[in-house]
């Protein structure tokens, strides 16, 4: 018997693209599994992965690699560590595929040489990607995610040729620390499959010129279509009728994946959803909010469903505060244009932060399934309070000179109006009124130009009740309650802040960490969040996107108070480039009886 592993060479009982799926999943932990071995005797055509699909099987299964046998499914595994799903099925080889499911597997393996994914990245020359998305098809390309045949063409007005696209991209490119074998290879063979059409985004005649290109890449193929919006929101609509009127895939699907920000309030959000949906089902939208795709964002769940020591305590009786901090260490640079219309309450807030709320806060998900989570997220939302005015702090970057290098005001951007009040920074209050949250602040603080780049999430606990150790933590109690902190960026970490004795004869308490530190406990370098939805883009899975009533509850939240802040014309709180942001954001915490998590002075 030879157990599937990451070994450098195709074991025996793999043919070499069962090899290719197997080498990928080793990435996921497959090879430590210990459960599983497969017959030498036997050859495998393939092995099919499906993430998140045996509904009917425990929903912990989430990773599930079927081995194909002569167009059926031979074993099915879960690549958890001491979970064995397994049943007997022949040759001493083992099954928990449902009926359907090896239907699906035994098509996915006849089709698998038939179908093709075309990705047209549309906007192919802006900024995000060539930052994001071309860098995210390649990882997943060199990590052999990616079909057989596929094809990526980038779409634009700008005149290039296929050259041309493939020299902008291969700036951006680089392999992972950890994976730079062959990488030099796999660039030149992955750019060998990205083309360039030059097209308007409103012209059907050019998608339809596009469609022309695909067919002749697609080769008489299935052919599946994923168009990724890398364009500013006002020309969404256009680009969405012409490619979908003009190049749609004939037999295979056709999705869409459609950038933030969608909409700036409830109205233009829904008129948005109205207008895509004249040319797209809904599960044909894949509207993308790249916090999602956070390692410690995916990590929220686990974190709290299967660690019986956090779920009991998530909750109002323990949980004094939730805080939700964002923030950059420079300012809208090059991006003012679309910033100043948006504002950092609708780029970050209404948007990555209260996703992670919404996660955070919702109640046990029936499965892993998309819409089971995306039910209970939407439940969250719409038993969150509206946003008061009273309950958010704005404020605006200004210049600020530190030695000899002279910081910008937001103002000073030459697309900002001179008079802008546009927020940089803003700081809220929110409020879930069911049964577990009664009460509990939920603090969002996000902001530009300030004096670090964070992304985290600290969960303030309670005092403990009658505390035995009252006199020895000295004056400030507030500081010695337990504090959680999700680290979702930059270094990665949770940690525990834990009090405990000084070792010595004397009765001294002290702050301590309980820290797991990403890069301290696993040496694979942590995949960008875009490559993680890209392919779930690919494989048609929805647990990461925003269901069009997730946004509309998210966006019942804010638009009241963004009216507000705009017919009363509010101005920001002004505080310098590379500061802690304006003191209001103190005085509304303080307010709330809650002092930020973020001001200490720590790891
Ligand atoms: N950049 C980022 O970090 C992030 C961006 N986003 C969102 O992603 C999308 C793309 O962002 P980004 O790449 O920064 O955008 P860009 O401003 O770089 O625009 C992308 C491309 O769209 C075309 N374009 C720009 N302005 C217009 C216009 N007024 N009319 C028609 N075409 C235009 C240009 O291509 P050409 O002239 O060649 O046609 C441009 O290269 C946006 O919706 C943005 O909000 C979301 C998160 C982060
Ligand atoms: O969506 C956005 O996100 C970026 C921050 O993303 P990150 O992954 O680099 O943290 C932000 O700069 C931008 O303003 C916003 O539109």
């Given at each position: ?27 996921i ?21 499906k993430r998140f699909s045996l509904?009917?099987k425990p929903s912990k299964y989430s990773n599930v ?13 879960s690549p958890i560590?001491?979970e ?217 769940s686990v974190?709290?469903?299967s ?60 499965s892993l ?174 647990r ?60």
């Open positions: 018997m030879a157990a599937l592993s990451s070994s450098p060479s195709p074991p025996p009982h793999c043919s070499s693209s069962a090899y290719h799926y197997s080498k990928s999943l080793s990435s932990g497959f090879h430590h599994h210990k459960g599983l071995t497969l017959s030498s005797s036997s050859s495998y055509s393939s092995i099919y992965t509904q009917s690699v079927l081995c194909m046998q002569d167009g059926a499914v031979a074993a099915a595994v560590e001491n064995t799903p397994f049943k007997k099925l022949k040759d001493g080889l083992l099954n928990v595929a449902s009926p359907e499911e090896q239907k699906e597997a035994a098509d996915f393996d006849i089709n698998r040489d038939k179908s093709n994914v075309s990705i047209t990245v549309v906007g192919a020359s802006g900024d995000l990607a060539k930052k994001k998305i071309f860098p995210a098809l390649f990882a997943l390309y060199y990590e052999g995610y990616l079909p057989q045949h596929f094809t990526i063409f980038g779409y634009a007005r700008s005149k290039m040729t296929d050259a041309e696209l493939r020299t902008m991209v291969s700036k951006t490119l680089n392999c992972r620390i950890d994976k730079r074998e062959n990488c030099g290879e796999k660039m030149e063979e992955f750019l060998k499959r990205c083309f360039y059409h030059c097209g308007q985004y409103d012209s059907q005649e050019h998608f339809g010129e596009l469609d022309k290109k695909l067919k002749e890449h697609e080769a008489g193929r299935v052919s599946n279509r994923l168009f990724y919006l890398s364009i500013p929101p006002n020309i969404f609509i256009n680009a969405v009728k012409c490619a979908s009127l003009s190049a749609s895939a004939a037999s295979g699907w056709t999705r869409v994946i459609v950038e933030k920000p969608f909409g700036r309030d409830s109205e233009s959000s829904a008129a948005l959803t109205k207008a895509l949906k004249q040319y797209l089902e809904e599960d044909q939208i894949f509207r993308i909010d790249h916090y999602l795709g956070k390692e410690l964002v995916e990590n929220l974190l709290r469903f660690n019986l020591i956090f779920e009991p305590l998530w909750s109002r009786q323990y949980i004094r505060n939730v805080q939700f901090i964002f923030s950059e260490d420079f300012g809208t640079e090059g991006r003012g244009g679309y910033f100043d219309n948006y504002g950092i309450i609708r780029d970050i807030m209404q948007n990555h932060l209260l996703q992670i709320l919404a996660l955070f806060a919702m109640e046990t998900p029936v399934d998309a819409e089971d989570i995306r039910n209970e997220k939407v439940k969250v939302l719409r038993s969150m309070r509206p946003l008061k005015l009273d309950d958010v702090v704005t404020g605006q970057y200004k210049c600020h000179t530190k030695g000899v290098v002279a910081y910008p005001a937001y103002t000073d951007d030459k697309t900002v109006p001179k008079d802008s009040r546009t927020p940089t920074f803003a700081a809220a209050a929110l409020f879930i009124d069911n049964s577990r949250w009664d009460g509990v602040p939920f603090l969002m603080k996000a902001g530009k130009a300030l004096h670090n780049r964070r992304a985290e999430i600290r969960v303030q606990f309670r005092h403990v009740p009658g505390n035995l150790y009252n006199r020895t933590f000295g004056t400030d109690l507030d500081q010695a309650t337990n504090e959680l902190v999700i680290r979702v960026q930059p270094d990665e970490a949770i940690y525990l802040k834990i009090n405990n004795k000084v070792p010595g004869l004397g009765m001294r308490l002290d702050r301590s960490y309980l820290n797991l530190l990403y890069a301290a406990r696993y040496s694979k370098e942590i995949p960008d969040a875009y490559e993680r939805l890209l392919l779930d883009a690919i494989e048609g899975e929805r990461l996107f925003i269901r069009s009533d997730e946004l509309d509850a998210a966006w019942s939240l804010f638009t009241p108070v963004l009216k507000e802040i705009e017919e009363k014309k509010i101005t920001p709180e002004y505080y310098p480039y590379g500061s802690r942001g304006p003191v209001g954001a103190h005085y509304l915490a303080a307010r709330y009886n809650v002092r930020w998590g973020d001001l200490g002075l720590e790891q």
